[in-house]
């Protein structure tokens, strides 16, 4: 299709749409700001309901736009390239809290809400959301759930799967769906709303979401070890957690990581230990047992500003992986990860426990960049792992899935394409496989 067919339809389609929104919900021409690999929308919609929303995608999926949802932009690089980009759907003002119920330790939300807002709402109740992807304080709920973003509290509280009860999600076509409830016990059936997570907005654009949420802790400390390998640090996470110890968060650092977290250049174990004052008391103690029988020096930190440092290093930058294999192996795997990408400047950061390897790395070119994850992708082979590229540069993407090869199931994930996407207007071509 010629781009001057193209930018008649979204001209239509924004004739249209400007009969139903405000004047200033809604931006007519290409926006710089709402960019996503190389690709620039010809409009930007800003519904504030979800009436809005059905309006705005029931109308799209007639004339064949494409849409693509945003929120706060911090996980604008996760995903393939767009087949089309022809509309933002801007979910900035979607952003309130529609029901909070702290005895029942359950909160729902709109897509907008920043996350550093929802966690200053539920501190009041010394209650908090267990999430923390790299700069999470900027991210929105919504960008969260799409990404399946997370961080190093995923050691101890899972991922978005696991604290996500409830959604109402607007389809393709403008209906309306719900699936699970605003209660911890739901009717038993299918967890549907459990398929939107990670799924970058291909299925549905997402317009509430009812999470559970977890009592702040009384007492907390993070504590950062010097270890001699990669392998003397993962057995210290690994000892920790079979103990049954109160740690909230555990990472290996690799030494160019440790150093521009913590100012040394050593590899590190970075835990965080939370919880009721005697466990706490009890989980230091253990922990510098373990470290004096292994000679290993040991300091303790103020947390804001360790964990902040980490998400600073660890924030989607141009070019970010993350390698899954064995947790057993993810100390050897770190060994070799730290001297094959040692080129690249490689930042590897692990959380232990759940065999998740993160690396931010640096490259002068393109062809740079793709010698870079060969190597990366040859060493989750290594191990029998796999390997996502978080972020990176358009034309790294050009010609390559950033999920990596189809899985065996990904039958049924085109089926769910099919399904509720049938013209492909949702973030078309973002997903495995290029859904």
Not at 4 to 23: E, G, K, M, W, Y
Not at 31 to 47: C, F, H, M, N, Y
Not at 102 to 108: G, R, S
Request: charged share 20%; glycine share 10%.
């Amino acid at each position: 299709m010629s781009s001057a067919t193209a930018s008649n339809r979204v001209h239509d389609f924004c004739a249209v749409i400007r009969q139903l929104l405000p004047a200033d919900q809604i931006q007519i021409g290409e926006s710089g700001a709402q960019r996503i690999d190389g690709l620039t929308p010809k409009a930007v919609v800003v519904p504030s309901s979800i009436e809005q929303i059905q309006a705005i995608l029931s109308e799209a999926g007639t004339r064949g736009i494409s849409i693509i949802p945003i929120g706060g932009g911090t996980q604008v690089g996760f995903g393939n390239l767009p087949a089309s980009y022809d509309v933002a759907l801007s979910l900035a003002q979607m952003n309130r809290i529609v029901a909070y119920e702290p005895a029942d330790l359950t909160v729902t939300v709109e897509p907008g809400l920043r996350m550093d807002e929802l966690q200053r709402a539920l501190a009041v109740h010394g209650q908090f959301l267990p999430l923390d992807p790299p700069v999470a304080v900027e991210s929105t709920i919504g960008g969260i759930l799409g990404a399946n973003a997370y961080g190093p509290l995923r050691h101890a509280f899972g991922t978005a799967r696991d604290w996500l009860i409830g959604t109402r999600v607007v389809h393709a076509d403008g209906s309306l769906s719900k699936s699970g409830g605003r209660v911890v016990k739901n009717v038993t059936g299918y967890d549907m709303h459990k398929l939107y997570v990670g799924s970058i907005g291909t299925l549905g654009v997402l317009v509430e979401a009812t999470l559970k949420v977890a009592p702040l802790p009384h007492s907390e400390s993070t504590l950062a070890i010097a270890c001699r390998s990669a392998s003397h640090g993962a057995e210290l996470v690994l000892a920790a957690h079979d103990a049954g110890l109160a740690l909230h968060a555990a990472e290996l650092l690799s030494p160019p990581a440790s150093h521009a977290v913590l100012g040394r250049s050593s590899w590190c174990a970075l835990m965080r230990v939370a919880g009721g004052e005697g466990a706490v008391a009890r989980s230091l103690r253990e922990i510098d047992g373990a470290a004096a029988a292994a000679a290993a020096a040991i300091e303790t930190l103020e947390s804001a500003t360790a964990w902040g440092a980490w998400s600073t290093v660890f924030r989607p930058r141009e070019l970010s992986v993350r390698i899954s294999v064995m947790p057993s192996r993810v100390g050897d795997a770190m060994q070799v990860l730290d001297r094959r990408l040692a080129g690249g400047s490689a930042q590897l950061s692990a959380t232990v426990t759940a065999g998740l390897i993160r690396a931010s790395l640096e490259a002068s070119s393109d062809g740079q960049a793709i010698a870079v994850l060969d190597a990366a992708h040859e060493v989750a082979t290594q191990f029998d792992g796999s390997m996502v590229i978080d972020a990176a540069q358009t034309g790294v993407k050009i010609g390559i899935d950033v999920f990596g090869p189809t899985r065996s199931d990904f039958a049924i994930m085109s089926r769910l394409k099919d399904e509720f996407d049938p013209k492909r207007i949702l973030s078309p071509g973002r997903f495995a496989g290029r859904l």
